[in-house]
């Protein structure tokens, strides 16, 4: 299931001399905890796009996540993505000819449009038990499919594969799969309720001394 997330970073634009017209933002920005569908909190590492940089070329900037409204594409030499300390950066040349372009470039320009999201798929995630608090994902590597200029960074726009979420939460505390979760977490206080404290290890509990009296003198044949 392709997924989204939104960032509000602030767009840019340029306008070169030769009449280029570029826009510019942060798809993702790492290390940056959010939350997700109020379920969990989720932040994105810096190796996330890694893998999906190197071996692909497809990805494309569209306008709100709509493949029909390309505003560049990386194999057109039109889009360009990048990781930096910051996270992951995308540039889009305009084609002011067209009405998408146009369109973008003035909504941009003039602030009306002012945040980016990118969309993905989850290739692989770290899971983080917090005490008194959702758990904690990572999204150590994804598959991009392209970055958006968007108008709202608010949850409706946000896409969430909560079920895939909750199958790789329940697979890090190996418990049975759940359809959400809160499920999950459920199956994990459960378990823990019931499993039995081990028993203690006789070894553990000797001690070398006793109160009130000497200390005991163990022989340790190879000192």
């Not at 598959?143 to 958006?148: Q, V, W």
């Not at 759940?178 to 994990?188: G, K, P």
């Amino acid at each position: 299931m392709r997924e989204t997330r939104i960032f509000a970073v602030p767009l840019e634009t340029r306008e070169a001399e030769d009449g280029t017209a570029t826009i510019a933002g942060y798809g993702a920005i790492f290390d940056n905890e959010y939350d997700v569908a109020g379920q969990f909190t989720e932040s994105v590492a810096p190796t996330a796009f890694t893998r999906s940089l190197k071996n692909n070329r497809d990805h494309a900037v569209v306008l709100g996540h709509d493949f029909n409204r390309v505003l560049g594409t990386e194999e057109s030499g039109t889009a360009r993505f990048a990781v930096d300390g910051t996270g992951l950066h995308y540039e889009a040349d305009l084609d002011l000819q067209d009405p998408d372009g146009l369109s973008a470039w003035r909504k941009v320009s003039t602030g009306r449009v002012r945040q980016s999201s990118f969309s993905f798929e989850v290739v692989k995630d770290k899971w983080e038990e917090r005490k008194d608090a959702p758990p904690h994902r990572t999204l150590t590597e994804v598959r991009l499919y392209e970055c958006s200029p968007v108008l709202y960074g608010a949850n409706p726009d946000t896409v969430v594969d909560v079920k895939r979420a909750a199958r790789s939460l329940a697979a890090a505390l190996e418990v049975d799969q759940a359809e959400s979760i809160n499920e999950v977490i459920d199956l994990a206080s459960q378990r823990d309720a019931t499993t039995p404290d081990p028993e203690p290890d006789p070894a553990a509990c000797h001690s070398e001394t006793t109160q009130d009296s000497e200390p005991v003198r163990v022989f340790h044949p190879y000192v």
